[in-house]
């Protein structure tokens, strides 16, 4: 198993800052055995950054795409266009399902897209304040997870990573209580058994993402069945970010030793 840091820089940084910040990262993440670095920039700084990266440390991911492959749709980029450019694509984001209204059925199209187009698909899912409160977390969660993988072969769960994120922990400081993530990292571990077989649920690699910074990332990346972090803010400072890549390599090294026990 790997462990994935995936830093999102949402809507900051130009081309020319994305650069200048790529080249610090450059000199500071550390490249550590199984963990797997991405960044997701703005579309515009990915087919720099591209020719920029040293691949063995870090990959990209894009933070949203269209789930056609190509066509009449102004300002949309597809999967298929970001062949070669990026690893990864973000899909149903927090901020694209609640500021941009993207639906269920879009989400579905988009994972099936960027597996078409041999991407590896982030689908995010997580619950706002107003359900947890209610009492639906399990079913919202259960709910996506149906929604967003309908239609993915069994084949293909493999290539899946779905990342848990509170919606009321995103960019608001406030995390999820270690209990609240393992809980859920559970429920999206049967939900993907009940779709897809014991070995799929047992083995699809889930992240957590909301207010992950350098001082509460180590009892994330420890948390029972959490195989990484979806950073948002923290991802835009160079120290946090390298610091939380180092701390998911020690965190592998323990677990990899325990397990040899
Ligand atoms: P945050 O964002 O770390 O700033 O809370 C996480 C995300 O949106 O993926």
């Known amino acids: 198993m790997k462990k994935f840091i995936i830093g999102n820089w949402k809507m900051n940084l130009n081309v020319h800052e994305s650069s200048l910040f790529v080249a610090k990262l450059n000199q500071e993440v550390p490249i550590e055995k199984d963990i797997e670095v991405a960044i997701a920039p703005s579309l515009l700084a990915l087919q720099p950054l591209s020719l920029q990266i040293d691949h063995k440390q870090m990959k990209l991911c894009a933070q949203d795409c269209y ?7 102004t300002g949309e980029i597809s999967a298929t ?9 973000l899909v149903g984001h927090s901020e694209r ?3 941009f209204d993207e639906r269920d059925r879009d989400i579905r199209f988009k994972v099936q897209a960027v597996l078409r187009n041999g991407l590896t698909p982030v689908l995010c899912i997580g619950e706002t304040q107003m359900e947890r409160k209610d009492g639906d977390t399990e079913h919202v969660i259960n709910d996506q997870i149906a929604s967003g993988l309908l239609n993915v072969g069994s084949d293909q769960i493999g290539d899946v990573i779905i990342a848990y994120e509170p919606v009321w922990a995103i960019g608001t400081g406030d995390t999820a209580q270690i209990s609240d993530i393992e809980q859920a990292v559970k429920i999206i571990r049967a939900q993907v058994a009940h779709m897809f077989g014991k070995e799929a ?3 699809i690699a889930i992240l957590y993402g909301g207010s992950v910074k350098l001082t509460n ?5 420890c948390a029972e069945g959490v195989d990484g972090l979806l950073i948002g803010g923290a991802s835009l400072i160079a120290p946090e970010f390298s610091g939380m890549v180092k701390i998911a390599g020690e965190v592998m090294k323990e677990q990899t030793e325990k397990e040899a026990k």
């Open 97 to 99: 399902r609640h500021v």
């Open 81 to 89: 266009q970001l062949r070669g450019l990026a690893q990864y694509v």
């Open 67 to 73: 789930w056609r492959d190509s066509g009449a749709f």
């Open 217 to 221: 990332a180590r009892p994330i990346l």
């Open 201 to 203: 649920g047992k083995n």
